[in-house]
């Protein structure tokens, strides 16, 4: 599966950055999961999240980080039957653009497990992370 999604935010890349990185921030919009790195290249990077007394994590390597401009990170999602090992993991790229408006943010998932279906650009809770994404980042610090 992969997939691209795109979406303008009416803030400047530093605070669209921030919405991206910043664990306090990440929780907000990403299903209350505890981001866990220190975005050094090569270093570690964890998703915790906890639901009805069960812990789920995800797990990876940062794979790239240029900041206010790009980062990129492989996890992998334990499921049953998969194995921690590479072809099991996927990567999230996460693309700024400065515009005249504002802030493209483009997100590309590349995800070639097999058994995982294709998910539309239309998908109802992309388009909320989406959405509490933008509005996070555009009310984020003073204008």
């Known amino acids: 599966m992969s997939g691209t999604s795109k979406i303008l935010i009416n803030a400047p890349a530093e605070q ?5 990185t910043e664990p306090r ?7 209350g999961s505890d981001l866990l790195t220190d975005w050094s290249v090569g270093g570690r990077i964890v998703f915790r999240s906890e639901w009805e007394g069960t812990v789920y994590e995800q797990w990876g390597k940062v794979l790239e980080f240029n900041p206010c401009r790009s980062l ?17 993991y996927f990567t ?8 005249d408006a504002g802030t493209l943010l483009t997100i590309e998932q590349d995800d070639s497990r097999s058994g995982v279906e294709e998910n539309q650009e239309s998908d109802d809770a992309g388009q909320a ?3 509490m994404l933008k509005q996070l980042a555009e009310g984020l610090f003073p204008q």
């Open 25 to 31: 921030l990440v929780k907000l919009w990403q299903y």
């Open 16 to 20: 669209v950055w921030a919405t991206v």
């Open 129 to 131: 992370v989406l959405s």
């Open 72 to 88: 990129k990170y492989s996890l992998f999602a334990p499921r049953p039957g998969s194995e921690d090992k590479p072809e099991n």
């Open 92 to 99: 999230m790229t996460y693309i700024l653009c400065k515009e």
